[in-house]
């Protein structure tokens, strides 16, 4: 049996039936590391270290017969833009290359509590800022499935250490997609909480007012026992929420679900065999006795012009801290603006200068009115269409992505190209929804994901769902 194969739900039985002891599991993730990052480059930091001290705490656990939580004992990667205490935490930036997270992100406390192994921090986009993992200033991730395509971005580490079974699960973050649409790419199950159900305390800020935590599993079964431990409100982030239980409890009925279907997802630009493939997925629900209704989200298609307005705007706000004086990179000059400007310079690369530009002119006196507020005011008649559309039917289901992993290179002289990458995922970001990507079929060797997109706070119900398609 190879142990990193398997699912957390496996692993989690094999340890408590004592068929193996996670430092053999943490082992075999280990091993796994050294044989496949090599090529596919899914890591920036392995810390061997620190899994084997918890993967060993586990194991005394076991010993004494303790009970250990589902997580207990586990190998994850983590992304490098949320800060695990000692831990380099980059960002994918050289502005923070040297950095050491000086404490936990909550998120990483509730896992460190429910016993889980930390085997290291997986390359990203720099500050989360892409869709391929190309604009990592440490080198670029290749797609599992095939190494000459991207493996999505910009958690595109996380996505493809998964689908190389070098971890059992993976945190990332999503702002406009980077869970969803990488974890779609590498054929894995990519969950985006509603925002604030996951403490931000602790994640790099890239967009505040889009950015969650979610993560990648091999199974939406795993994606809920994950969801468990580190959902729920935290006193360090303002904007985090409590779980509704209730929602939780529910049984769910096929036959009492209505599944929405947006006419404006399905169109041109749509690769016809992905479109093949998501409407036969959809189906598969139909046949288990779900109502499939057609709806309409009108402002579509001002879902990636508004997405390119606000983000910049938070994103130029956000990343104004990396001064040269309070973290990271610091190069001295004769004085202050001169070390700041060096600092930056040299600290950046090119997306994020591009994205830094865009943000600052979009807020400059005279421009505030025409795009920050326009697009505002264009966010909310987003929020207002997912409302109608939730009168209608319960989920919304879509593709993730318009094309399967692109080619290395193919996109990145063409920022507006990339960024079409998102199409499907931003709106959720913008609606501040739970959504779910989950793998449903193949072209070629290359992985499709259906995207299940749910009322806010009904991030259990789509756990739910997504469970249905394997059953
Ligand atoms: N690809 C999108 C962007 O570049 C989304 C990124 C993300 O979700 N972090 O902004």
Known sequence: MELNKLTIKQAHQGLIKKEFSSVELTEAVLNQIKRRDKEIHAYLTVTEELALDQAKRIDRKIQNKEEINPLAGIPLAIKDIISVEGVKCTAGSKILENYIAPYDATAIKRLKKAGAVIVGKTNQDEFAMG???????????????????????????????????????????DTGGSVRQPACFCGVVGFKPTYGRISRYGLIAFASSFDVIGFMTKTAEDAQIVFKVIKGKDEMDSTSVDSKEESKEE?????????????????????????????????????????????????????????????????????????????????????????YLKTREQGFGDEVRRRIIIGTYVL?????????????????????????????????????????????????????????????TVSANLAGLPAISVPCGKINKLPVGLQIIGRQFDDEKILQIAQILNS
Not at 272 to 284: N, Y
Request: glycine share 6%; charged share 25%; aromatic share 10%.
């Open 251 to 339: 049984k769910l009925e096929v036959k009492n679900l209505k599944i929405g279907i947006p006419k404006e997802y399905f169109i041109k630009g749509l690769d016809p065999e992905v479109e093949k493939i998501v409407r036969k997925t959809i189906d598969q629900y139909k046949e288990k006795g779900a109502k499939i209704v057609e709806v309409s989200l009108p402002h579509t298609e001002y879902a990636l012009a508004v997405y390119y307005i606000i983000m910049p705007a938070e994103a130029s706000a956000n990343l104004a801290r990396y001064d040269s004086i309070k973290y990271g990179l610091s190069i001295k000059e004769n004085n202050l603006l001169d070390s």
């Open 364 to 424: 400059s006196a005279g421009y505030y009115d025409a795009y920050y507020l326009k697009a505002q005011k264009a966010r909310t008649l987003i929020k207002e269409d997912f409302n109608k559309a939730f009168e209608k039917a319960d989920v919304l289901m879509t593709p993730t992505a318009p094309t399967p992993a692109f080619k290395l290179g193919e996109k990145t002289d063409d920022p507006i190209s990339m960024y079409l990458s998102d199409i499907y």
């Open 131 to 173: 869709s391929s993992t190309e604009n990592s200033a440490f080198g670029l991730t290749k797609n599992p499935h095939d190494l000459e395509r991207v493996p999505g971005g910009s958690s595109g580490g996380s996505a493809a250490a998964v689908a190389s079974d070098q971890c059992l699960y993976a945190l990332g973050s």
